[in-house]
């Protein structure tokens, strides 16, 4: 179940609390966390996250395509899997930009979303 999950990015509110979000925006949260949070980076969680942004800074080709569709899926699936169902994930690379699409259909009402991630 989605919730309510901590804002991303981390904020504070008007009166002084941590930003909070629900329903769609708490699960592309969610998603967006794993994605840019790297292994080792989290005290308590030393696994949580997918080391994406380590992998952009490898050469350009098919195969790190591939390792970065099967390293997302992965991490998407163990850390959000009570939350979603990943059905896809498209790498793309044109330049200096890296393009992140994720397809998953929430558990709450198995109704398909796709989120996009784009990064220099």
Partial sequence: MTGTAFGFPFAVDAGGGVAASE??????????????????????????????????FEPDDGVLAAALEFTVGQALTRWLRADLVVDGVDVTALDAMVTVE????RRSDLVPQALRVSFR
């Fill in 23 to 56: 329903g769609d925006d708490a699960l592309r949260s969610k998603i967006i966390q794993v994605l840019l949070t790297s292994p080792s980076e989290r005290v308590n969680l030393p696994d949580f996250g997918c080391g994406l942004l380590h992998l952009v």
């Fill in 102 to 105: 994720v397809a998953y259909t």
